[in-house]
């Protein structure tokens, strides 16, 4: 604990260490403390000088009264060594009677009181040990006080000669960058009236200077009418300041764009993107500026509306899209002709001339069945041939909506009946129609759809099955269901359905294209319909279209559908 906290509070205990040769001397002391009132010490004593510098190198003492004689070596020598350390210790010096030198230099060594012996009272030596300490106190911390004031003095003088020099580097550097922007400002006038010249001729774009900031030291050029940008407010003003505050939906995008332009000042490396603002497309170009130290301190920006250019690739690659599906239509188109027309030629060849041997009557029979052969074989060649230029009408853009009024219970009664002769022994078919009876659309459109999903119910049912086909016009469409008994669609095949020439895998020993359900989609595109589907395989599958009473036509419509 502190000196100071020990005198402040009597209880404490305040160690002390005499340091003297004679053992009488201890008692006596000793004897002295104890008479002291509301004190507490604790007296320790060591009789040699070795043995006392050792002990007060540990400094578990308070105090130390030191005898004036001790033997070989006096007491201001043990004082004088004790105090090397340079911090300052409570010393009480035992000098004899009268001894007025001894006691100047004992004080003048650093001992902070003296005492003469024989003639110590309780009151003087109680004064002497409190005087002792505090004043041994007052100038450690006197002490500590210089050695931060001269540390803060050593700190202050380098941070000064720090300073100075900072300033005549910073005096000469300003001197040199003075030089080098009047040098540059003359460049940029120069620069700048053959920017204006070049921008004044730019027609589809903005060309501008930006500063390291990326602020606008110039601009100019006829996008500004474009960009919706006032020439005047934007110099001064930061790169995608004034875009991003008119199209903040795209603050990230502009934000991105205006890194790229900035790492053109951190690496002295042209960049090029490009950003869309609105319906517009810009390609972007950023050019570092160089300065005579080789340093990028202004960039170049050259803006150009790409918008036509983008127009007209699109339109390019939309074209070469459609001419790579023609073209991979017509191959796989010749790919399946080849095989599903062989069979259809080959049954009308061999019973053609079967039938050329049954002369007579009593082979009637016999030739029934094989101009009936004959006749299925036609249907499905004209099946193939029909899908094959509807689907190459459609992708041409060649099909178009023509809207009349039918009367629906009718028209799908009367398609019904043309399907009959197609239709399996023992197949039913069952018609319903509930709700409104006119409906105004194309009825050529309309019979392509119900002809293809009655055919396939037809096809992919056995013999004796039943086929449904309800139909209901409601307030706002027409909506049209054909179900049937049959082979149903594999779950794992229902997902492409409708992609072109996809067959499912139980109807691979079936006649039939793949295009009939991708046509019947496209004519539905047409009408503004859907179509969905239910399907559980070996039980059956129900097809559902719905085709809106109004079709809005545009000018697609009209002239280029599909």
Same mark, same amino acid.
């Given at each position: 604990m502190p000196f100071s906290n020990k005198l402040d509070q009597p209880h404490?205990?305040?160690?002390?260490?005499?340091?003297?040769?004679?053992? %009488? %001397?201890?008692?006596?002391?000793?004897?002295?403390?104890?008479?002291?009132p509301y004190r507490n010490y604790e007296l320790d004593w060591v009789s040699n000088f070795d043995d006392a510098i050792s002990i007060i190198n540990h400094g578990v003492h308070d105090v130390y009264i030191v005898d004036y004689l001790l033997g070989a070596k006096s007491?201001?020598?043990? &004082? &004088?060594?004790?105090?090397?350390?340079?911090?300052? +210790?409570?010393?009480?010096?035992?000098?004899g009677q009268g001894d007025v030198r001894v006691d100047e230099k004992a004080m003048t060594v650093g001992a902070s009181d003296y005492l003469v012996k024989g003639q110590m009272t309780p009151q003087q030596l109680e004064r002497a040990i409190r005087h002792s300490i505090l004043h041994s106190r007052h100038l450690n911390h006197i002490s500590e006080l210089n050695e931060k004031l001269e540390q803060r003095v050593q700190d202050r003088t380098r941070q000064l000669d720090k300073a100075i020099k900072t300033l005549q580097r910073s005096n000469e550097d300003l001197e040199l960058q003075i030089s080098e922007r009047k040098k540059a400002e003359e460049e940029l006038l120069k620069s700048q009236a053959i920017y204006k010249i070049i921008a004044h001729n730019f027609p589809y774009g903005i060309i501008a200077v930006l500063d390291e900031n990326l602020k606008y030291l110039f601009? %100019?050029?006829?996008?500004?009418?474009?960009?919706?940008?006032?020439?005047h407010k934007i110099i001064g003003a930061q790169f995608f300041q004034f875009l991003r505050k008119n199209d903040p939906s795209k603050a990230k995008e502009y934000d991105a764009r205006f890194e790229l332009a900035k790492s053109v000042i951190d690496s002295g490396e042209e960049q090029i993107f490009d950003f869309d603002y609105k319906d517009l497309n810009y390609s972007v170009i950023v050019v570092p500026i160089k300065n005579s130290r080789k340093q990028t301190k202004q960039v170049l920006v050259v803006m150009l509306n790409i918008?036509?250019?983008?127009?007209?690739?699109?339109?390019?690659?939309?074209?070469?899209?459609?001419?790579?599906?023609?073209?991979?239509?017509?191959?796989?188109?010749?790919?399946?002709?080849?095989?599903?027309?062989?069979?259809?030629l080959s049954t009308i060849m061999s019973s053609v001339s079967l039938i050329s041997r049954y002369t007579s009557e009593e082979y009637h029979e016999k030739r029934n069945k094989h101009i009936k052969r004959i006749k299925s074989s036609v249907n499905n060649l004209t099946q193939i041939l029909n899908d094959f230029l509807s689907i190459s009408k459609l992708e041409e853009g060649k099909s178009l909506v023509h809207k009349s009024t039918?009367?629906?219970?009718?028209?799908?009664?009367?398609?019904?009946?043309?399907?009959?002769?197609?239709? +399996?022994?023992?197949?039913?078919?069952?018609?319903?129609?509930?709700?409104?009876?006119?409906?105004k659309t194309d009825s050529q459109i309309l019979k392509?759809? &119900?002809?293809?999903?009655?055919?396939?119910?037809?096809?992919?049912?056995?013999?004796?099955?039943?086929?449904?086909?309800?139909?209901? &016009?409601?307030?706002?469409?027409?909506?049209?269901?054909?179900?049937?008994?049959?082979?149903?669609?594999?779950?794992?095949?229902?997902?492409?359905?409708? %992609?072109?020439?996809?067959?499912?895998?139980?109807?691979?020993?079936?006649?039939?294209?793949?295009l009939g359900l991708n046509i019947v989609n496209k004519y539905l595109e047409m009408l503004h319909g859907k179509i969905s589907f239910e399907s559980i395989e070996d039980k059956g599958t129900t097809f559902s279209i719905t085709i809106p009473k109004k079709i809005i036509l545009d000018e697609k419509d009209t002239t280029h559908r599909g």
């Open positions: 404490m205990v305040v160690r002390v260490l005499l340091i003297d040769d004679d053992e %009488d %001397d201890y008692i006596i002391t000793e004897d002295i403390l104890d008479d002291i007491g201001l020598d043990l &004082i &004088i060594e004790a105090l090397k350390d340079s911090k300052h +210790k409570p010393f009480i010096l035992l000098t601009a %100019d050029g006829t996008g500004f009418k474009e960009l919706e940008l006032d020439a918008t036509q250019q983008r127009k007209a690739e699109s339109e390019i690659k939309k074209s070469l899209q459609k001419e790579r599906e023609l073209s991979e239509l017509k191959s796989r188109f010749v790919s399946m002709a080849s095989h599903e027309f062989r069979t259809p039918i009367k629906v219970d009718n028209f799908i009664e009367g398609l019904c009946d043309e399907m009959s002769p197609v239709k +399996k022994q023992g197949q039913k078919i069952i018609i319903k129609h509930t709700g409104d009876m006119l409906i392509n759809i &119900i002809i293809n999903l009655l055919s396939n119910a037809i096809k992919y049912s056995g013999h004796g099955s039943k086929i449904w086909v309800d139909s209901c &016009i409601d307030e706002k469409n027409l909506l049209i269901t054909i179900k049937d008994e049959g082979m149903g669609i594999p779950e794992k095949d229902q997902v492409h359905l409708f %992609d072109r020439f996809f067959r499912a895998e139980n109807a691979m020993n079936i006649q039939g294209t793949g």
